[in-house]
């Protein structure tokens, strides 16, 4: 539960001793203490801790406004965000402040009028941190009324003259004063709203129409931009460009534990209810890498994050379909859940020209790849002799994302060794769905290595000698 600091008039808020202190210094003050403690700093990020956040800290350091670049899917929206949690975690404002005045300091002409008036009893309320973020996706139609601010016709319907400055209703730039705001996909913007941003990132301040109105802003900007949009398809005007202190690139994950790391974060698999094996994980890791290298993939727009998210979130929900279908007691997923994912995320992936119509294919066989990538190193090099000798007396065995993990163990029968299989696997679950995600991973592996072979029809395989 939060807890609201006490001072609730300017005359409690002095004799508590509180401290006015710019966004910036409130940033810079905080981020040095964690610095100092080593507490994290961006909870929920992964992957940028040798890269993008020792710049992202020394801009923030710095009282830097930045700009993010990056492919989609990176994690900018999310970086940006985790920003608000170095910012205290309560400041005070001047009640019913559209634009959130401090009460030592207050600027836009409300507030003013009502500090001559009510003197150290002007009333205080407090903003927590979450409160102090605002947000715009730069799309063409935006104004410099929503940026900025404009006329409030319904102010002027109430009686007050047009000059009155009270009649500005104020865009999201000066309702985030006092915090930090954050314009995504900044390049979308058309270049003449651009120019509104000049003076919020030089001057510091705004102005409205034809008013004889300045604002003294105290805002964090930070911009977000996709290289291909900030180059080709829209570009940051250079007068702004030159106003950011700081120009810092994201990238993808750069290793496996990374990917791996990221999937077992963000994936919603604990309320979709269904079990995803870590050699799983893996091969979907292992895929979305094997994708994004591809040179049959456009390399400019990139594969997102979201791409990895969406296919273990895609090989679960096949799991809980399947325990739904068949009556099991525990969704697990196997590989026979894996081919789904391909149809599912065919959508995500911008490919070249040249590999028009070969899509599903293009993806189906890095899958594949994927799979035999990760059998070998999970079980390259194990004594698998005696789940090869039950084909080599004739047994074949029929899989499917239908078939349940009972029927596919009676269909296999016992098999000498399991417990190191599933052992190597990481799989200390011993229930039937875990040892029937183990035996048809091995069965997958032993056929892309050619030690079995496979017929498919109708979703369905059998593997046999």
Avoid at 34 to 50: A, M, N, T
């Amino acid at each position: 539960m939060r807890h609201i600091p006490e001072p609730r008039t300017l005359r409690e808020l002095r004799a508590s001793g509180h401290i006015h202190r710019t966004v910036k210094a409130e940033i810079r003050e905080n981020l040095l203490a964690l610095l100092r403690s080593g507490e994290p700093r961006f909870p929920g990020i992964v992957g940028f801790d040798d890269t993008v956040l020792p710049q992202l800290e020394r801009a923030l350091l710095a009282g830097h406004d930045l700009v993010l670049l990056g492919e989609r899917g990176q994690g900018k929206t999310r970086l940006i965000r985790t920003v608000t949690g170095l910012l205290d975690e309560w400041t005070p404002v001047v009640e019913g402040c559209e634009i959130n005045d401090h009460p030592y300091t207050p600027s836009c002409v409300r507030c003013r009028r009502l500090a001559e008036s009510a003197g150290e009893e002007l009333p205080v309320s407090w903003r927590h941190r979450d409160e102090r973020y605002g947000e715009k996706l730069a799309t063409p139609d935006t104004s410099v009324g929503d940026l900025i601010g404009d006329i409030d016709p319904i102010k002027i319907a109430e009686g007050r003259t047009l000059g009155d400055p009270e009649t500005v209703h104020y865009g999201l730039v000066p309702r985030s004063n006092r915090g930090v705001f954050s314009v995504n996909e900044l390049p979308d913007l058309a270049e003449r709203i651009q120019v509104s941003l000049l003076n919020v990132l030089e001057e510091r301040d705004i102005q409205v129409r034809g008013y004889n109105l300045r604002l003294p802003l105290d805002v964090l900007l930070i911009a977000s931009a996709n290289p291909e949009d900030y180059t080709n398809r829209g570009r940051i005007i250079t007068p702004l460009k030159d106003r950011f202190g700081a120009e810092i690139r994201t990238h993808y994950p750069l290793s496996a534990e990374t990917e791996l790391a990221l999937i077992r974060q963000e994936a919603a698999l604990g309320h979709i209810g269904a079990d995803l094996p870590d050699h799983l994980i893996e091969v979907i890791a292992r895929f979305t890498r094997l994708v994004r290298e591809s040179t049959a993939v456009d390399s400019r727009s990139g594969v997102s994050a979201r791409f990895s998210i969406a296919a273990a979130e895609t090989a679960a929900a096949s799991a809980l379909r399947r325990a739904a279908l068949t009556g099991e007691e525990r969704a697990v997923a196997r590989v026979a859940d894996l081919p789904g994912i391909v149809h599912t995320l065919r959508g995500k992936v911008e490919f070249e020209v040249s590999e028009e119509g070969r899509e599903t294919e293009v993806l189906a066989h890095l899958l594949r790849r994927a799979v035999a990538e990760t059998f070998r190193g999970t079980l390259g090099g194990m004594d698998l002799s005696a789940l090869l000798e039950k084909f080599s007396e004739g047994v074949q065995v029929e899989s499917g994302p239908l078939v349940p993990a009972a029927e596919l163990l009676h269909r296999i029968g016992p098999v000498t060794g399991l417990a190191k299989i599933m052992s190597r696997l990481g799989i200390g679950d011993e229930s039937p769905g875990h040892a029937a995600a183990a035996l048809e991973f091995t069965l997958e592996g032993l056929y892309l290595l050619r030690r079995l072979s496979k017929d498919e029809a109708d979703g369905t395989a059998v593997y046999r000698t």
